[in-house]
């Protein structure tokens, strides 16, 4: 979704901005956006190269960054330490030293124009401009108007089994902040990730990736769960990483995790947890997830908006397994909660041609792209209904999938 300022408040802005320079803006916008996701002041090479691989910076920019600490033989360093040494190295001012060699993704000269001026940007960018401008962002900002694309995306989160949907209803009845779930997955389902990311986006009515802070985290690898993992993805500080207790480092990971809480929502995706032994899977639930609802359920939070979802996903490897049986879960959770309308979420195998049917004729008055649809052809092309197809078959009939297949994999 992308934003704009409202007509009322932009006087406001430019005079906030005009009490600093574009390149100090976007400064501190860029450090607030690393900072955000290292949560240290001071980093190492490592730290800028999981910068890279979260998307923050270009990898041409690790590369110049690296170069550049390498020359000056500095192994621990600030952003400011790096900023100075780039602009000393290379003769240059800060506005150029953004553009060229500390490219911070989202923070070009366009994006600061376009915020300064009231154009629709990127939501995420926009929530950031606003934070560090000390703005508020319901005083400031209204959704500008969506794209086809946007408005097909959306239409899309709302096509599902009705019973997929019907758990999802009771459970918004019911539930508040914090809730778990285990996802059946199954085995026949090649393109995992397309499937799990509709199934979210469906539940959650939003791009959680945009208002979520999402930590996967991959239990089939064949080693006990690795905290560091949490510790990196969440953006805790990494000097939890050496501490050796493994109960102290889920306490403190835990603290963490609520000290953010005025920031951030978060998702936890425990994956393949078919795979792994009962003692690690209780580990989880005894030691992280149980004391972190208590934590959040007993304490106070600024942000009265917070939410805190894990989901486990299960590949059923093991039809005979029934988590919910072995694993106790939801009687640990809340002793009062009905396990099966709450806690046990499906992937389904195939969609009715009826469902397909009916969303092309409820939607096409939303979304003129729907209106080109035929539902007998997306029925075909995605061998009559196949989950994993139903997506792709929906943009290759608009000639759109090339361009689109990034936003549905998590």
């Not at 980093?43 to 691989?53: C, N, V």
């Not at 939501?123 to 694309?149: D, H, S, Y």
């Not at 979210?200 to 064949?222: A, F």
Request: with cysteine; glycine share 4%.
């Amino acid at each position: 979704m992308r934003w704009r300022v409202r007509e009322s408040q932009l006087t406001r802005i430019q005079q906030l901005i005009q009490q600093t320079t574009e390149g100090e803006l976007r400064w501190r916008v860029a450090t607030y956006k690393i900072r955000q996701a290292i949560a240290s002041s001071q980093l190492t090479i490592q730290d800028i190269e999981t910068l890279a691989r979260k998307e923050i910076l270009t990898y041409d920019s690790l590369t110049t960054i690296r170069n550049c600490m390498q020359h000056y033989g500095m192994e621990i360093f600030s952003l400011e330490d790096i900023r100075d040494k780039l602009i000393q190295l290379f003769g240059t001012n800060l506005v150029n030293c953004l553009n060229e060699h500390f490219k911070i993704t989202n923070n070009s000269h366009g994006v600061f124009i376009d915020f300064k001026k009231g154009n629709p940007i990127d939501e995420g960018q926009f929530r950031i401009f606003c934070a560090v401008l000390g703005c508020q962002l319901k005083q400031v900002g209204l959704p500008a108007n969506k794209t086809e694309l946007e408005e097909l995306e959306e239409l899309i989160w709302n096509l599902d089994h009705e019973k997929q949907i019907e758990f999802w209803k009771d459970l918004a009845k019911s539930r508040g902040k914090i809730a778990g779930f285990r996802v059946q997955v199954p085995k026949q389902i090649v393109d995992k990730e397309l499937c799990l990311n509709w199934l979210l986006k469906c539940l959650l009515k939003c791009d959680y990736r945009q208002e979520y802070k999402v930590i996967d985290i991959i239990l089939n690898s064949g080693r006990s769960l690795n905290l560091d993992v949490i510790i990196g993805q969440a953006g805790l500080p990494q000097k939890l990483k050496n501490i050796e207790e493994e109960n102290d480092k889920f306490k403190s990971i835990i603290e963490g995790i609520h000290s953010k809480l005025n920031e951030k929502k978060f998702i936890f995706i425990f994956d393949s947890v078919d795979s792994r032994r009962k003692d690690e899977l209780d580990k989880i639930l005894d030691f992280f997830w149980k004391p972190l609802c208590i934590k959040l359920l007993n304490s106070e939070t600024k942000n009265t908006n917070f939410k805190v979802l894990m989901f486990w996903i299960d590949y059923q490897e093991n039809p005979n397994m029934d988590w919910r049986k072995i694993y106790k879960f939801h009687q640990r959770y809340e002793p009062n909660c009905q396990a099966d309308a709450v806690f046990e979420l499906s992937l389904p195998d195939f969609i009715n041609h009826s469902d397909i049917k009916d969303w092309v004729d409820q939607s096409q008055n939303v979304c003129p792209l729907v209106a080109q649809l035929n539902s007998n052809q997306i029925w075909t092309n995605s061998c009559q209904g196949n989950y994993q197809y139903i997506v792709p078959s929906i943009y290759q009939s608009l000639n759109l999938w090339e361009k689109n297949k990034d936003k549905w994999k998590i």
